[in-house]
């Protein structure tokens, strides 16, 4: 959220209880600690908990922290859309935990190997071709949903 979101924010819950003081300091930690997080949801929160409490709320009664994943994922989906990137991630490029990229680097070794015994080499990149068209039609499918909803 930006310092205007916040300062909106801020102004809101001085207009409704009188007894919420603003001086310079407060203002700008304020302002600080309501930078991670997401201005409209945290204003319809805001909303919500005025409506039913007397006392001026504290940051943690209405801030709703900004999805940093859902964030990327959107400004990755905008780029794939947008023909900017044509190359899906790999996964040593996430920001995802080493022991969950671990266990994701296992499971492939694990289908890889089933895959190639039961596989001639000409039927396996046949299946390649076909997962990856799949991959493509899944990823176009789930771009056009994104982008409807947003």
Known sequence: MNRIESIELMSIISDVYTNFELNERKIE??????????????KTALIAYI?????????????V?????????NELISKIFEGENTNPLKLEDTDLP???????????????AKLKGHLSE????????L???????????????AHERN
């Open 29 to 42: 930690t304020w302002i600080e600690l309501l930078r991670e997080g997401d201005f409209q949801k945290s």
């Open 98 to 112: 080493d022991d969950f990229k671990k266990a994701v680097l296992e499971y492939r070794k694990k289908k890889n």
């Open 65 to 73: 922290s900004e999805n940093n994943s859902l964030k990327k994922t």
């Open 51 to 63: 409506k039913n409490q007397k006392f001026p709320p504290a940051i943690a009664d209405f801030l």
């Open 122 to 129: 000409e039927q396996l990149v046949e299946r390649k071709n």
């Open 131 to 145: 997962l990856k068209e799949q991959r493509e039609y899944l990823l176009k499918k789930e771009l056009m949903k």
